[in-house]
């Protein structure tokens, strides 16, 4: 959901064959998360401990990249 306030999930499309790399960012730039993972299924990021405010998720892969507003609650 957006905006979250305990986890934010993000669906993959099932013809995405390749390790996807998610780094979060807050306005100022500062790294909040990043990690990379496998094709296939979801992912669950927990932002229940994060500070409220707008947040940028950064997804890439060898294919290309973009960049997606996140509001905490």
């Keep these: 959901p957006n905006p979250a306030s305990q986890v934010v999930n993000v669906a993959l499309k099932s013809e995405i064959k390749e390790v996807l790399a998610i780094s979060v ?6 790294l909040i998360v990043s990690q990379e993972y496998q094709p296939g299924g979801s992912i669950t990021i927990p932002v229940a401990t994060w500070a ?3 947040y940028f998720l950064y997804l890439k892969s060898e294919s290309g990249s973009s960049y ?6």
């Design 25 to 30: 960012f807050n306005t100022t730039g500062q």
């Design 68 to 73: 997606r507003k996140l509001i905490v609650q």
């Design 52 to 54: 409220k405010g707008i």
